[in-house]
């Protein structure tokens, strides 16, 4: 099983979910953005942890599958980026910002 997102002229997205041949097995109505057909596509057995998975919109597709760092291609195929597969710790990132800002204010009230 494949699934595949694609953003449409609109501005709307659609989810397709392919059988082993490539055809169409089922089509989502058109969503009015990513976060809500990706909710819909959950809903409807999406599991982005186990089912491969494209993302297309007019200049790009950017392929998933378990366990492999994504690839991004322009439409004729040619690998346009390798997305990094390391996830940022952002609670890691908030909670070293408010270090460095009082270390930066105390070198300043120091030098007055």
Do not use: C
Not at 37 to 42: D, F, K, L, M, R
């Amino acid at each position: 099983m494949h699934w595949q997102f694609v953003l449409h002229t609109s501005g709307s997205w659609t989810w397709r979910r392919l059988a082993g041949d490539g055809s169409i097995e089922h089509m989502s109505p058109l969503h009015e953005d990513y976060g809500r057909v990706v909710s819909a596509a959950v809903e409807n057995g999406f599991r982005p942890e186990i089912h491969r998975w494209t993302v297309q919109t007019d200049r790009s597709i950017t392929q998933h599958a378990p366990g492999r760092t994504p690839i991004k291609s322009d439409l004729q195929g040619n690998v346009i980026q390798r997305t990094n597969k390391r996830v940022l710790n952002l609670q890691a990132v908030l909670s070293a910002a408010p270090i460095a800002r009082n270390a930066s204010s105390r070198t300043s009230s120091d030098v007055s």
